[in-house]
């Protein structure tokens, strides 16, 4: 089993639709978790962090289920420029490990 | 801030030759990551420095890959032989601690032809 899990899309949607991404991850020991974006040809840049209370910011919302191991992030009112790949990325938390990275899922947004 | 600094951004080489990437992280950055990325994959880790000492080098090809951070600030990674297997992008990612959020470089797009 995969430690970060991502359906890779892609997900067509219609500007101003909301579209949801979801994740799993296998270690229960996890600390930390970010949702990264990636645009075409380009580094990965940190959208934002979740933490277990949810976190907002503007039209991206990102939950974190700790029970089902599982995040999410909500991407209201989609733009055009929301056009990327959506990384969800984990802290194993155990011994001194790095960001482990999921494959990515890959969101286009059309006119 | 400047942020993290790659060099090359692209470069195409034999197989079997030797390729060197830099990165110079953020200032005042204690961590830092090299991270292997294969088109359609995320990253996936290569090395972890800590300063100058390596936290996880478990998923480094050792028998090809190295990569050192003498001074504890720039680093850099070292392919000899490359393999046609190693045409990826190369990123550097530094970060404050080791729970934080990283900023990655532009990354190097390495060919193997």
């Known amino acids: 089993r995969k430690e970060v899990e991502q359906d890779p899309g892609p997900f067509n949607v219609p500007e101003g639709a909301t579209v949801a991404f979801n994740c799993t991850y296998s270690?229960?020991?996890?600390?930390?978790f970010f949702w990264y974006r990636q645009d075409c040809r380009k580094e990965p840049k940190l959208l934002m962090s979740?933490?277990?209370s949810g976190n907002e910011d503007g039209r991206f919302t990102a939950q974190l289920n700790r029970a089902s191991q599982y995040i999410s992030l909500l991407i209201r009112d989609s733009k055009l420029s929301d056009s990327a790949t959506y990384l969800c990325?984990?802290?194993?938390?155990?011994?001194?490990?790095?960001?482990?990275f999921g494959s990515g899922t890959r969101l286009q947004v059309q006119p | 801030e400047a942020g993290v600094a790659q060099s090359p951004r692209y470069k195409i080489i034999e197989k079997r030759q030797s390729v060197a990437f830099w990165c110079n992280p953020i200032?005042?950055?204690?961590?830092l990551y090299w991270y292997q990325q294969i088109l359609g994959q995320g990253p996936k880790l290569l090395i972890q420095?800590?300063?100058?000492?390596?936290?996880?080098d478990s998923q480094l090809p050792k028998d090809r890959f190295s990569a050192e951070r003498l001074k504890g600030v720039d680093s850099t990674l070292k392919i000899q032989p490359a393999k046609l297997e190693d045409s990826a992008v190369y990123l550097c990612?530094?970060?404050?601690?080791?729970?934080?959020?990283?900023?990655f470089g532009s990354g190097t797009r390495l060919t193997v032809v």
């Open positions: 990612a530094s970060s404050v601690g080791q729970l934080d959020g990283y900023t």
């Open positions: 270690n229960s020991a996890s600390q930390s």
């Open positions: 979740v933490y277990s």
């Open positions: 990325v984990v802290n194993p938390g155990t011994g001194r490990r790095a960001l482990t």
């Open positions: 200032s005042g950055h204690a961590t």
């Open positions: 420095f800590q300063n100058n000492g390596v936290v996880d």
